[in-house]
Nanobody, 123 residues
């Protein structure tokens, strides 16, 4: 399974970005999907997740109300719409495919990871 993340960039605080992650190599709808991020000097943390049909969405408290995760199984792609961005959202964002169809906040429940896309939010 290969995951290709894109859509990162430099944005001012208050702005928006949409990350995409295209999955190839296996049947995309077999996987719950997640987004995680890692800021400089910090551990990787959970951001958002959803199940194989786009339900059971969960978000980190720090992004709730600002970020939206979604998927298009016809395009083998998961998205992360990020609005009202803050400087503390600056990180490398990783998409991940889970070991099952279910959503999960735990990175141990994911066995395929994308290469990461960099998001930088300036103040």
């Amino acid at each position: 399974v290969q995951l290709q993340a894109s859509g990162g960039g430099l944005v001012q605080a208050g702005g928006s970005l949409r990350l995409s992650c295209e999955v190839s190599g296996r049947t995309f709808s077999n996987y719950g999907m997640g987004w995680f991020r890692q800021a400089p000097g910090k551990e990787r943390e959970f951001v958002a997740t959803l199940n194989w049909i786009g339900g059971n969405t969960y978000y980190a408290d720090s992004v709730k109300g600002r970020f939206t995760i979604s998927r298009d199984n016809a395009k083998n792609t998961v998205y992360l719409q990020m609005n009202s961005l803050k400087p503390e959202d600056t990180a490398v964002y990783y998409c991940a495919a889970g070991k099952s169809v279910w959503s999960s906040k735990n990175f141990q429940d994911y066995n395929y990871w994308g290469q990461g896309t960099v998001v930088t939010v300036s103040s």
